[in-house]
Each structure stands twice: as structure tokens, then as C-alpha cells.
């Protein structure tokens, strides 16, 4: 059985980082993409970043509020991805999955195929 875990998440002050891993079982990574989401109470929810199943590429949120904040990285040997998250701000305030598919890395929820249950992450003023 497939499963998808993510740690790391927590209070952080509005300036600070937070590394958010996400780890693998049932299952080996190498084959597959890995993304990001998050859900802010409210919102809907938006794709944070991506990896392909080899690391070589990682694709980037649209939304201008992440540009250049978050870095997403994998480690295959190990099954778990990474998202590096630097100078948050309270709009980065919610649960935040990972999930994986078989193909390519796409913004789209619907297309991931295993989630994770969400790590929590609030950031402070």
C-alpha cells in the first residue's frame, strides 16, 4: 500500500524558515513525479511546487506571492522530497500535501494520484 508522510510542519515567525519533508513507502519514487499543494482555510487548493521523478526538473507555483521562496528537492535513495521554504509570511499560512504521479509534473490537482494527510503550518506576525 502506498503512502505518502509529511513532517516538518509547525509555528514559524512571519521572516523565518521551515523545511517540509515528505516520505514514501509502498513504493519506489524514482518512477514518479512529486508536487506540493497547499490549503489555506478557505481557499482552495494550489499547487506550491514540483520535481520530476528524476529531480532533473522542478516547476515553480505561478502565484508571484511564492516565486523565489520555495525550493522543492528529492532524494530517490531515500524516498522523500523536500520543500525548503524561506522568508514565509502569514499568507503561507496552511496544511500543505504532497502527492505524486506517474507522468510529468502538472499544476493540476486532480492529475496526483497518492496524497499525503497534510503537515500544518502557520506563520505568525
Known amino acids: 500500500q502506498v503512502q505518502l508522510v509529511e513532517s516538518g510542519g509547525g509555528l514559524v515567525q512571519a521572516g523565518g524558515s521551515l523545511r517540509l519533508s515528505c516520505a514514501a513507502s509502498g513504493r519506489s519514487w524514482s518512477s514518479y513525479s512529486i508536487a506540493w499543494f497547499r490549503q489555506a482555510p478557505g481557499k482552495e487548493r494550489e499547487f506550491v511546487a514540483g520535481?520530476?521523478?528524476?529531480?532533473?526538473?522542478?516547476?515553480?507555483s505561478s502565484s508571484d506571492s511564492m516565486k523565489g521562496r520555495f525550493t522543492i528537492s528529492r532524494d530517490n535513495v531515500k524516498n522523500t522530497v523536500a520543500l525548503q521554504m524561506n522568508s514565509v509570511t502569514p499568507e503561507d499560512t496552511a496544511v500543505y500535501y504532497c502527492?505524486?504521479?506517474?507522468?510529468?509534473?502538472?499544476?493540476?490537482?486532480?492529475?496526483?494520484?497518492?496524497w499525503g494527510q497534510g503537515t500544518q503550518v502557520t506563520v505568525s506576525s
Open positions: 520535481i520530476s521523478y528524476n529531480g532533473i526538473d522542478t516547476t515553480s
Open positions: 502527492a505524486d504521479r506517474g507522468g510529468a509534473v502538472v499544476r493540476t490537482e486532480v492529475r496526483y494520484d497518492y
